[in-house]
């Protein structure tokens, strides 16, 4: 796949303020039970939300740049029995009004914050689920038909609102660095794990579909001539990306390093040494590389129309 | 239930590309249109075609084959491209199952591309809408047409006729025909998207002979008398030996 | 498509039929308009040569209308501008028809011939042959000299008929299908619609070819062959069937002359020529058919076709006189006895084992599966037939026969193979189309000499006929030739289509003389239909000492800009096949099937754009305005309004009868073939589908080189003028009376020059024999040890599609294809950039490994590559950048190999010859041998050689051009 930079900056940006919004009300449901200890209303949870929706909306933003006609958007809403993209354009929306309101109930000192963040919460987990489906419900796209897509979406968002959670709490000057800082790394550590997981079983996909299977003739060789044009079309723009073997794994093992080892070191250093600016770099370092992830993810994917299109003449 | 497709015969296809400008010229003019080119006359010319004729190579030579390979919406009967539509604009037709996509609910977001395992969508980068073949649906239907000619444009034209129209849920049809008795074959089964759009293998015919074809009672030689006869003086078993 | 209503909506609005333009082939089209807009062109339904089909091309006729690159004014080169700078002026119609009217009458008062007429791939050879008879000037041609006149030449000179227009494989009937030679143009729907049928109905289809695209794919055997050597297989295929007695022998003794007996003493005036029955008298002194035979019954001497008697095929005769004679047919054994598949093995590269295959099949076919038609004729002997008998053996050649310098007798050994199996006029054999099987040769002539030529008087004969003798030929006393070609003379004697490719380069040289005017027509001679490209354009350019041109004066006709215009001192707009009337008639090349004789027209669906004029409407103009007899009345007054009117009115004499057309003749339109005019005749042509289609009766649909009943109705209908039998030549009378003139035997006025006598003694041999192509033979096989050919794409004709917004899609730029074995020996890599290098140039292109083409071949499609600008495509447009010409490889002379015993040394007449068929003039752009080598890894990224950029001319802006560039992207097409 050619991977597009409006879907790139979507599901990270809408990650981190989901794994944000998780990041204040775990602290908060921390702070009900007197795990940590509980924060002022307004300059934590209502900014953080604030925060929160910021990301999302500027990730909601950012989706309508992938749109052909985004004056249409709003009927994106109407397949939710069936497509998980629908399912998704549904629920972004809705996690956002519970945000808001979550935002809002600690702004205005309302009562139920606990339930209102439980839904915003349940919302939040359903959104990363639709994200994740998204990609994972195409079976023939092998690399992403996993359940690790969810996981990996799940994870790497969860960190990225922690991580971006953890310098939140420094700047403000309350106690909730290190518990924050812990989560942060144990769910960088997780996403690790889990992503590391996803290249390894990526590495030993076995294309289900071939030139054989594409064009139903049996015979071990087989080599396109001519894909019918010359000079390109949607089908070559839009899912090839036409990089070199060298730039993929320049890109990847970029995300690997900026988006785990590095941010869990700097966390580790700014929490130790207290720096609001160490943590800030360790969340830009991490999301630097989960927008070297997500193209990594998109430019991974071999698209099995890929077969038709080999070879001009 | 109708199930509408095309039945490609490669067994005839010569890759002439009839289908894939006869398509475009029909189809820019009509419901499904325009389709649009970009730099026509410049650098790099591309357009949109809801048909494309590949060529492939099968073998090593000299036991090497050439294939031409048309391919448009082989409109599925398990199409993935359709449950993953958020507006709705991708659907199949209850009545003859045709694919097909509403315009003015398409908002162009390439999802139903990214769901066709053959790469047959694509959108017009000036309505911003994903595009595909229709089956000629403003054809087959037309009444101001004659009976015959209410088929797609690409039928019409195709000049060793390698493309044959007809519901394969009528076991009676051409199609369904052709596909049993020709090994009619759908492309990638391993999805399970059920192509209605089949391929008709390559077919060859031999011919064998026998040596005694070659050496008949009726060569015109002996008329002409000139088959090989020894001279009466050569040797003989009658000089060597009175048994 | 939401709502019902809106599947109904189609875009019809008017449809109109006529006929298609896009190659030609000549398809029936209708075409539907929107607003007066054309929106689509299908093929139509009830048209008899394409039945509703249509191809890339003919689907694609929008994007041509519509296309940029049209020219739509008459346009003058600017004063002081170079020729190939395409700096013009636009002038009025009035302006241009007063220039070529000064400049024409001046030349046709003085010297008719320094005034050249050459066409390219137009069909109306009838008019612009009639426009330079009528002028007087013998320098005109079409481009089938540089084509395929071989294929038309060796089939004709043979069978009385050819491939394509003339004749094909009756493919509904035949079990076995041989395509040998074929790419992938040519009569391609019907080819493309039969081939289908063909495949379906269960039969056997082999293609011989060095390259399996197009038609090839979908056969069931590829025999790969190295180029230039379809003679060696098909003279080896010979040898088999003769050897193993596979031969319809019937076939040859009734119909075929062999078993004539030749004369055999080599003292005789008529050595190597069939013995005449003095006794008897000949009525048709062109056609001679009192022959003998050596009766097989009465062992005996006889006149041929003698009820009851059968000839001997073989052995040794003598006659009473003592005239040693031997039948043609023991000649052609003799002649391939060693023709052996294994000898033909070592230069096709087809194992030998193959070719006894492919023998045995064609034989065993003919033999084993005949067909006999319950149709009862008569043949020309009286002979009654209950039934008509059909060998389903069928093939079909093309350019890859034809396109070499030893095409000649390839093609001619094809035309003795089908007729040793018995398959000529046969079903599931070869069928003749209408106006042919013609007389062996055909009796058209030419002048036969410079007296034809005079001041302010029409030809004394056709521009191009068909020589029978040495007499017949072209050239003064001295054996000069008259044409500015040299068709005709005893370089090119049965160029019988001239030598288009020779015609710039002789004009330049002044050899055999200057000429003042050369108009081109639709012919793009600065480029692709042209060999030593980068040469040729520069001799167009070329100046005396005087400043003067070389070629004084080129008018171009074109409806495009292409790479030619820009050579022009004046441009005529020429009208799009939808803008005109036009027709495809018997006198030219028409549309026949085999059933009978078909001609169609073209009628305008849109008006022409801006002041483009048809050229058939400026032929009629300027003959008006020359006073050209045909064109005006006794007082000199113009006689034809314009083409409509001449096509109704003209007949080929006061009376005759015969007009352009052949249907709806006579006052109310209810005669064929030959009948008073018909005010009505457009009208009626345009409400039957633009097409006329006669049907024999089915007992004249067969066998009618000797069906008594088709030649009494030929002749009724005046389609021939004698209804004598047209007896197959397997052994050719006409080239050994070449052949004696050049032993200096035989009663012929005219000898060859002391210089051509080898040439012509070895090329004019009567039996068809094997050589290695004449490049190859002065070709260092070591250096160059590759065979360079292309072909034509399916979706492309000639150069002039690269315009098309829809096709170059398809085709913008081109590769060398090259087996994948071959690019491992050459270190070269798939889609890597290379030299192609011939002894005569070189080419950077990009090349793509293959493994359907023959190791020692490399191929590429024709005409892709095109000059920065032309066809109004922007400079840096893939045609130009990536894409490359073949033809700046192919040398248009040669020196003269040891074969020819030409004498050595420097200068004319020496040591350099043209790269032609000796025989017939054929370009053997087929021939190219090159060497392969990879580019440089810091060469630039792009095609060689290049040419300055060619700009836009007045008339075809580049605000226009990107004002459809935009639009396209909206769907509009203007």
Redesign the interface.
Same mark, same amino acid.
């Given at each position: 796949m050619n991977p597009a930079f409006s879907v790139i900056f979507l599901t990270t940006l809408i990650g981190v303020g989901q794994g944000l919004f998780l990041a204040l009300y775990a602290a908060e449901l921390g702070s009900a039970f007197e795990l940590v200890p509980p924060q002022d209303s307004r300059s934590f949870f209502a900014l953080g939300a604030a925060l929160a929706l910021g990301f999302l909306a500027a990730g909601l933003a950012a989706s309508f740049f992938h749109l052909g006609r985004p004056e249409r958007a709003w009927r994106a809403a109407a397949r939710w029995r069936t497509s998980w993209l629908s399912r998704e354009v549904i629920v972004l929306p809705a996690f956002m009004a519970a945000v808001l309101c979550y935002g809002a109930a600690h702004y205005l000192g309302l009562p139920a914050t606990l339930m209102t963040g439980a839904v915003a919460s349940v919302l939040c987990l359903a959104l990363f689920v639709c994200t994740g489906m998204i990609y994972a419900c195409i079976k023939f796209l092998q690399e992403w038909a996993t359940p690790l897509t969810v996981v990996n979406y799940l994870l790497l968002g969860c960190a990225s609102g922690f991580a971006f959670a953890t310098p939140m709490a420094a700047a403000t000057g309350n106690g909730l660095v290190v518990p924050l800082a812990a989560g942060a790394v144990m769910l960088s550590l997780a996403a690790w794990a889990t992503r590391a997981a996803a290249l390894a079983r990526n590495r030993r996909i076995k294309p289900k579909s071939t030139v054989q299977t594409a064009i139903g003739i049996k015979h071990p060789r087989i080599a396109q001539k001519a894909q019918g044009f010359m000079c390109g079309s949607f089908n070559t723009r839009e899912f090839f990306h036409g990089r070199g073997g060298q730039a993929m794994s320049l890109v990847k093992w970029g995300f690997i390093v900026l988006a785990f080892p590095a941010p869990v070191a700097l966390i580790a250093a700014g929490t130790a040494l207290a720096s609001v600016p160490l943590l800030s770099a360790a969340f830009i370092t991490q999301y630097l590389g989960l927008i070297a992830e997500r193209w990594y993810f998109f430019a991974q994917a071999n698209h099995p129309q890929n077969l038709y299109y080999q070879a001009i003449s | 239930m109708t199930q509408l497709a095309l039945v490609i015969d490669l067994?005839?296809?010569?890759?002439?590309? $009839?289908c894939?400008?006869?398509c475009?010229?029909?189809n /820019?003019?009509?419901? $499904?249109?325009? &389709?649009?080119?970009?730099?026509?006359? *410049?650098?790099?010319?591309?357009?949109?075609?809801f048909n494309?004729?590949? /060529?492939?190579?099968?073998?090593? +030579?000299?036991d090497?084959?050439?294939?031409?390979?048309p391919?448009s919406c082989l409109h599925c009967e398990d199409p993935?491209c359709?449950?993953? =539509?958020?507006?709705?604009?991708s659907y199949k037709r209850a009545e003859d199952g045709i694919v &097909?996509? *509403?315009? *003015?609910?398409?908002?162009?977001?390439?999802?139903c591309?990214?769901?066709?395992?053959?790469?047959v969508?694509?959108?017009d980068?000036?309505?911003?809408?994903?595009k595909k073949c /229709?089956l000629c649906? *403003?054809?087959i +239907?037309?009444?101001? &047409?004659p009976e015959?000619?209410r088929k797609p444009?690409c039928v019409?034209? =195709? %000049? /060793?006729? $390698?493309r044959l129209y007809g519901d394969i849920h009528d076991p009676e049809s051409v199609v369904s025909k052709a596909i049993r008795e020709q090994g009619g074959?759908?492309?990638? %089964?391993?999805?399970g998207t059920q192509p209605a759009n089949h391929?008709l293998?390559?077919r060859?015919?031999?011919?064998r002979?026998h040596k005694d074809?070659?050496e008949?009672a009726d060569?015109?030689?002996?008329?002409?008398? &000139?088959l090989p006869k020894p001279a009466l003086k050569e040797p003989a078993l009658d000089d060597v030996t009175s048994w | 498509m939401s709502t019902a209503s809106k599947e109904t909506a189609s875009p019809r609005t008017e449809a109109r039929n006529t006929t298609c333009y896009m190659c030609a082939c000549r398809c029936g089209i209708r075409v539907t308009l929107r607003n007066g807009e054309v929106r689509y062109i299908e093929g139509n339904p009830d048209h008899p040569l394409n039945k509703g089909v249509i191809c890339a091309k003919g689907a694609s006729g929008i994007m041509k209308q519509y296309s940029p690159a049209r020219l739509t004014q008459p346009l003058r080169r600017k004063p002081g501008a170079e020729r190939g700078a395409s700096e013009f002026e636009a002038i009025s119609w009035d302006e241009a028809f007063a220039l070529m009217e000064e400049r024409l009458a001046k030349i046709r008062a003085t010297d008719p011939k320094r005034f050249a007429l050459f066409t390219g791939r137009d069909q109306m050879q009838a008019l612009t042959g009639l426009f330079a008879r009528q002028f007087g000037t013998p320098n005109y041609a079409a481009h089938g000299g540089f084509c395929s006149v071989n294929m038309a030449a060796g089939m004709i000179y043979t069978i009385g008929g050819s491939f394509w227009e003339f004749g094909g494989p009756d493919l509904e009937r035949a079990k076995l299908f041989v395509m040998i030679g074929t790419a992938e143009d040519h009569h391609s729907n019907p080819l493309k619609i039969a081939i289908s049928k063909f495949k379906r109905n269960g039969g056997r289809f082999i293609s011989v070819n060095p390259v399996r695209t197009g038609y090839s794919a979908i056969a069931d055997d590829w025999v790969p062959i190295r180029p230039g050597t379809d003679g060696a297989l098909l003279l080896a295929l010979c040898h088999e069937i003769i050897h193993l007695g596979l031969y319809d022998r019937e076939f040859l003794a009734r119909y075929t002359n062999a078993g004539y007996l030749i004369n055999g003493d080599a003292a005789s005036d008529d050595y190597g020529m069939p013995v005449l029955d003095r006794s008897k008298s000949e009525e048709i002194p062109e056609y001679p058919r009192h022959k003998l035979w050596w009766d097989r019954h009465t062992q005996r001497p006889v006149t041929c076709h003698l009820p009851d008697a059968d000839p001997h095929l073989l052995g040794e005769f003598q006659l009473p006189d003592g005239m040693p004679v031997k039948p043609a047919f023991q000649l052609l054994m003799d002649r391939v006895r060693d023709y052996t598949p294994e000898w033909a093995e070592g230069i096709t590269g087809i194992p030998a084992q193959t070719i006894r295959r492919l023998a045995h099949e064609m034989g065993v076919t003919a033999r084993d599966q005949k067909i006999e038609l319950p149709i009862a004729w008569t043949d020309s002997w009286g002979v009654e037939h209950e039934t008509v008998t059909g060998n389903p053996v069928a093939f079909h050649a093309m350019r890859g026969l034809a396109a070499h310098s030893n095409g000649f007798h390839t093609v001619r050994s094809l035309a003795i193979l089908m007729s040793l199996l018995g398959t000529i006029d046969r079903p599931g054999g070869f069928r003749h189309k209408a106006p042919f099987p013609r007389g062996i040769p055909p009796l058209a002539k030419t002048p036969k000499g410079p007296e034809g030529v005079r001041p302010g008087t029409p030809l004394g004969g056709l521009a191009l006929g068909w020589p029978g003798t040495p007499d017949d030929l072209f050239v003064d006393g001295e054996g000069t030739p008259v044409r500015i070609d040299k068709a005709f003379s005893w370089e090119y004697p049965l160029a019988v289509h001239g030598l288009m490719h020779n015609v710039i380069t002789n004009a330049w040289r002044g050899d055999p003389y200057r000429i003042d005017t050369l108009m081109i027509f639709m012919a793009n001679m600065a480029w692709n239909s042209t060999m030593n490209t980068v040469e040729v354009r520069r001799m167009l350019n070329d100046r005396e000492a005087t400043g003067e041109y070389k070629i004084p004066f080129i008018v171009v006709c074109d409806a495009f800009q292409s790479e030619m215009t820009a050579f022009a001192d004046l441009v005529l707009p020429d009208t799009t096949y939808l803008e005109r009337h036009d027709v495809m008639s018997i006198l030219d090349r028409p549309i026949s099937e085999f059933d009978g004789p078909v001609d169609a027209v073209r009628v305008p669906v849109v008006p022409p754009r801006g002041e483009c004029k048809p050229f058939q409407e400026v032929l009629i103009e300027l003959a008006g305005r020359l006073g050209l007899p045909a064109f005006v009345n006794a007082d000199g007054s113009r006689k034809y309004r314009g083409y409509p009117d001449f096509i109704v009115n003209y007949e080929t004499e006061p009376g005759s009868g015969i007009g352009f057309l052949a249907g709806w003749r006579g006052k109310g339109g209810e005669k064929f073939m030959h009948g008073e005019p018909n005010p009505r005749q457009w009208e009626m042509y345009a409400q039957n589908n633009c097409v006329f289609h006669h049907r024999l009766p089915r007992s004249y649909q067969y066998m009618r080189n000797w069906n008594q009943g088709y030649h009494e109705w030929a002749q009724r209908t005046r389609l021939r003028r004698y209804a004598d039998p047209i007896v197959i030549q397997i052994y050719s009378e006409v080239l050994q009376k070449f052949r004696l003139a050049a032993q200096g035997k035989g009663r012929y006025r005219k000898r060859p020059p002391a210089h051509l006598r080898q040439r012509i003694e070895t090329y004019f041999d009567p039996l068809p024999f094997y050589y290695t192509p004449l490049e190859t033979q002065v070709t260092d096989g070591v250096k160059y040890p590759l065979a360079a050919i292309t072909q034509r794409p399916m979706a492309m004709y000639h150069s002039w599609d690269s315009q098309n917004a829809w096709l170059r899609q398809i085709h913008a730029h081109n590769y060398l294809f090259l087996n994948s074995e071959t690019a491992r020996a050459y270190s070269v890599e798939d889609g890597g950039w290379i030299w192609v290098e011939s002894p005569h140039g070189r080419v950077r292109c990009l090349c793509r490994t293959s493994e359907t083409v023959e190791p020692g071949t490399v191929w590429t499609w024709n005409a892709i590559g095109k000059a920065r600008g032309a066809w109004h495509l922007a400079p840096d447009a893939n045609e130009s950048r990536l894409g490359f010409l073949l033809n700046h490889l192919i040398a248009d002379e040669l020196p003269a190999p040891p074969s020819l015993g030409l004498p050595g040394g420097e200068g004319r007449g020496g040591q350099r010859i043209s790269n032609s068929d000796p025989v017939t003039g054929q370009a053997g752009w087929y021939d190219l041998r090159v060497r392969i080598y990879p580019a440089a890894p810091g060469e630039p990224q792009e095609s060689w050689p290049q040419f300055d950029t060619v700009g836009p001319v007045p008339g075809s802006s580049a605000a226009r051009r990107l004002w459809q560039a935009f639009v396209a992207g909206k769907g509009e097409f203007k």
């Open positions: - | 067994n005839v296809c010569v890759g002439c590309h $009839a894939v400008t006869s475009k010229e029909w /820019t003019s009509g419901v $499904a249109g325009f &389709l649009s080119d970009d730099r026509p006359y *410049d650098r790099d010319p591309t357009g949109t075609f494309r004729v590949q /060529t492939f190579e099968v073998g090593e +030579y000299p090497a084959q050439t294939v031409h390979f391919k993935p359709v449950p993953v =539509c958020p507006t709705g604009a &097909l996509v *509403d315009y *003015d609910k398409c908002i162009g977001c390439k999802y591309a990214w769901a066709c395992p053959y790469g969508r694509e959108v980068e000036h309505q911003k809408v994903m /229709t649906v *403003d054809r +239907y037309d009444p101001a &047409l015959a000619e444009a019409m034209a =195709c %000049p /060793t006729s $390698a074959y759908a492309l990638m %089964p391993e999805w391929y293998p390559r060859r015919t031999e011919m002979i074809e070659l008949r060569n015109p030689l002996k008329i002409d008398g &000139l | -």
